[in-house]
């Protein structure tokens, strides 16, 4: 089996092929917000599945096909194995609830969620933190969801939970970056540092350096979520390898399940291999 090592350059090890599941609420956060560990793990030859929340415009909750197609692009780059898209809660049941956003929708996402892993049997869950990575209210639904989901699954065939959490290098980085690009934005900044001071506190780091091309490859896809999104974003997603090796060498994650003791090293891997 080939395995991308962090100097980029691929080299031959026995590994046996995992499996990775993310739960995520839009295409595009797997891309933006992880990318490089998904790239990473599914160039070493494990399954890479990504499960999306029903928060989509379409009646059902899903993306739009444009959407969809800029996601199957992204996740072909990526090596992602399978995508898995929730469906919102059936409304002629609850006529009350209007919309994905109504007062049921975090057990019914939990109890979707749990189905799912009990089918895909992961080895390690990713998810968002209670900051939702970027404040983004679908994004802390689903952390929350995930959360509980797999809080409640026991036994041997329970996953290790992680949270994508940006970390305070990633907020130095964006800082540098809206200086870099001298545009000022008080809100942001302000925005950036509630989310970083709020985040669970970093316990893995995931070098992707060796990755970045794939994951500048898979954000060129998503044509109308960078026309959509701030111009921040679009100068941060789409930053060169080069300067992004030195700005965001690593994600960064915190680890939920198992609880990570004080006396505990920073990990370099999901699997607790490094
Ligand atoms: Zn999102």
């Not at 395995?3 to 295409?27: C, D, K």
């Not at 399954?47 to 444009?66: A, K, L, N, S």
């Not at 540098?176 to 989310?195: Q, S």
């Not at 994951?215 to 896809?221: D, K, M, T, V, Y």
Request: proline fraction near 6%.
């Amino acid at each position: 089996m080939t395995q991308t090592g962090s100097n980029g350059r691929s080299e031959q090890v026995e590994t046996t092929p995992r499996t990775i599941v993310a739960v995520l609420a839009h295409p595009d956060d797997e891309t933006f917000i992880i990318g490089g560990t998904l790239a990473l793990y599914a160039s070493r030859g494990h399954h890479v599945h990504v499960i999306y929340g029903p928060f989509g415009p379409e009646p059902d909750g899903r993306p739009t096909p444009q959407r969809l197609s800029e996601l199957e692009a992204a996740a072909n780059t990526l090596g992602i194995t399978a995508n898995t898209f929730l469906s919102a809660p059936d409304r002629s049941e609850s006529p009350a609830q209007a919309g994905a956003l109504g007062e049921g929708t975090l057990p019914h996402l939990t109890n979707a969620i749990r189905a799912e892993l009990r089918g895909l049997r992961p080895d390690v869950v990713i998810t968002f933190d209670a900051t939702g990575a970027t404040g983004n209210l679908n994004h802390i639904l689903t952390g929350a969801a995930t959360l509980q989901a797999v809080g409640s699954m026991t036994g041997v065939t329970a996953p290790r939970l992680y949270a994508a959490v940006f970390g305070r290098r990633q907020l130095a980085a964006g800082l540098r970056i809206g200086r870099l690009t001298r545009r000022k934005n008080l809100d942001d900044v302000r925005d950036a540092l509630r989310i970083a001071q709020e985040s669970q506190r970093p316990t893995t780091t995931i070098d992707v350096r060796g990755v970045l091309a794939q994951r500048l490859e898979a954000a060129r896809c998503y044509t109308t979520a960078l026309r959509e999104g701030a111009w921040w974003m679009r100068r941060w997603e789409l930053l060169s390898p080069r300067l992004r090796r030195h700005l965001a060498p690593r994600e960064v994650y915190a680890r939920l399940i198992p609880p990570v003791s004080d006396s505990e090293d920073m990990e370099n891997g999901l699997f607790g291999e490094g």
